[in-house]
């Protein structure tokens, strides 16, 4: 069974920049198409940026432009660049697979001034 351990995240001042990683266990990594996720209180949990088999990189359209999705199969690891940083990027944000497999505990992302 593949799990998902979230880093990166913390308060940044508006316009700043994060870099988030997710380190994912088990063997079928590189064969799975990734995702980062976000979710605020109360809100249903969003796909933020997506990179599915072929490399076809899909992001929301709140974040394009200022969010890069990568990978690293050697590392088993997915990371979510993000620069310009806005309040409303403020959220849980997880990575998963596309379908989703059982969640990690996720990584707070806080922008503020």
């Known amino acids: 069974q593949v799990q998902f351990v979230e880093s990166g995240g913390g308060l940044v001042q508006p316009g700043g920049s994060l870099r988030l990683s997710c380190v994912a266990s088990g063997s079928i990594f590189s064969i799975l198409p990734m995702a980062w996720y976000r979710q605020v209180p109360g809100k249903q949990r969003e796909l933020v940026a997506s990179d599915t088999r072929g490399g076809n990189l899909n992001y929301a359209d709140s974040v394009k432009g200022r969010f890069a999705i990568s990978r690293d199969n050697v590392k088993n690891t997915v990371y979510l660049q993000m620069n310009s940083l806005k309040p409303e990027d403020t959220a849980v944000y997880y990575c998963?697979?596309?379908?989703?497999?059982?969640w990690g505990q996720g990584t707070q992302v806080t922008v503020s001034s």
């Open positions: 998963n697979a596309v379908p989703t497999l059982p």
